[in-house]
């Protein structure tokens, strides 16, 4: 995607080999920075404090990050390197499923390597692929999702689309394209009128700065609202169809993402809102049945809850919003059962949210 006119991934290998950079999401909207990352600690930390943030983007970061176990070691310390970088990435963040798929695909690959030299061709590797295979599914799943698009502008002949989304599932989340904005990209460019209501996603606020930043650097209408005023616009047909991402979801259809997720998913089944499911075949987790009982759902600091942060006089500064003495939790996500999902938009088409089809869809996992 292009941000001031100029191309980029949300990471990529810096020229010298000896690092990776990433955007620095913690600045936007109002500073767009990038940061060089040279070790696989720091990585664990840019994932960890979300300078990088979002399941693809994530995974991806994971991937760089094997890679940057092995390029700062040697002959004889590789092997317990790598061995404690993947302990130490995997457990940076736990919800997102393409974590710890993406550093399993590194441990598999380094196993063969015999030589130092050859164990960082394959790393390096391997983290390119990763990020190239996600930026694929993400372009595809714009294709398969712009069709949903097109069958409601169709009904609607020609009056404007309008697609509620929830947190940050767009490019800044993968590599490029995004999986919720990704047919809304699509449908964009071939010129349907798309509006989109940009949940603004508490505490951490993914849609108000994310969502609504990448939206506008692509030039797609959107509009801001709380996270409460989904069910109202829903009511009240202002909404045609509801696409979010996921961060893992169970091979029996169960969605986890970000919390609010969920009661939207409930506003939409009430109000007959078709309610989509965008995501990359590295987001489902095959060995999980039961999302409610199994899924891992990340417990962040309160503080998040208790402050919000943003652009004062011209510096970005955070503020109390509750009484100091406040108790505050703060559970990440949550998880959107099958019978409330419409669909998910995969790089391979759109399934029922089911195991038998979401098996036949993926055959080579049975
Ligand atoms: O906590 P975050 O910002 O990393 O949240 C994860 C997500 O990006 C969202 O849940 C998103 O909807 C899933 S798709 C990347």
Redesign the pocket.
């Known amino acids: 995607m292009k941000v001031n006119n100029k191309y980029y991934r949300t990471i990529w290998a810096a020229s010298d080999g000896e690092a990776v950079e990433i955007i620095d999401q913690r600045w936007l909207p109002h500073r767009f920075e990038t940061e060089r990352i040279s070790t696989y600690s720091e990585m664990a930390t840019a994932i960890r404090d979300?300078h990088i943030?979002?399941?693809?983007?994530?995974g991806a970061a994971a991937g760089f990050g094997m890679y940057l176990a092995v390029v700062s070691s040697d002959d004889s310390s590789v092997q317990h390197t790598i061995q404690k970088a993947a302990a130490e990435l995997k457990t940076s963040?736990p919800?997102?499923v393409n974590l710890e798929w993406a550093v399993d695909g590194q441990l598999q690959a380094l196993a063969v390597g015999d030589t130092l030299h050859e164990k960082k061709e394959i790393a390096l590797r391997v983290a390119q692929k990763i990020a190239d295979e996600d930026v694929e599914a993400c372009r595809r799943i714009g294709e398969h999702g712009l069709e949903i698009i097109q069958t409601v502008a169709a009904a609607k002949q020609g009056e404007r689309v309008n697609i509620l989304t929830?947190?940050?599932?767009g490019w800044l989340?993968?590599v490029d394209y995004?999986?919720?904005t990704a047919p809304i990209y699509a449908a964009h460019d071939v010129g349907i009128d798309v509006h989109v209501w940009v949940d603004e996603?508490r505490p951490?606020n993914?849609g108000a700065r994310l969502t609504a930043w990448e939206l506008g650097q692509h030039g797609v209408p959107y509009t801001v609202i709380t996270d409460n005023s989904g069910g109202h616009l829903m009511q009240h047909r202002m909404v045609d169809l509801v696409i979010?991402?996921?961060?893992r979801t169970s091979v029996t259809g169960f969605v986890t993402?970000?919390i609010g997720?969920y009661l939207k998913a409930l506003a939409a089944k009430d109000n007959d809102v078709p309610f989509y499911v965008?995501?990359p075949s590295t987001?489902f987790d095959w060995n999980m049945r039961d999302g409610l009982a199994e899924s891992p759902i990340?417990e962040?600091h309160g503080d998040e809850v208790k402050y919000a942060s943003g652009l004062i006089e011209g510096d970005i500064r955070s503020v109390l919003l509750t009484p100091e003495d406040s108790r505050s939790v703060n559970f990440?996500?949550d998880v959107t059962p099958p019978h409330l999902v419409t669909g998910l938009i995969t790089e391979r088409g759109v399934i029922p949210p089911n195991e038998t089809d979401i098996l036949n869809v993926y055959p080579e996992k049975r």
Do not use: P, W, Y
């Open positions: 979300m943030r979002g399941a693809g983007a994530i963040r919800t997102a929830h947190c940050n599932a989340a993968f995004g999986t919720a996603t951490r993914q979010v991402g996921s961060d993402n970000k997720t965008a995501l987001t990340e962040r990440g996500f």
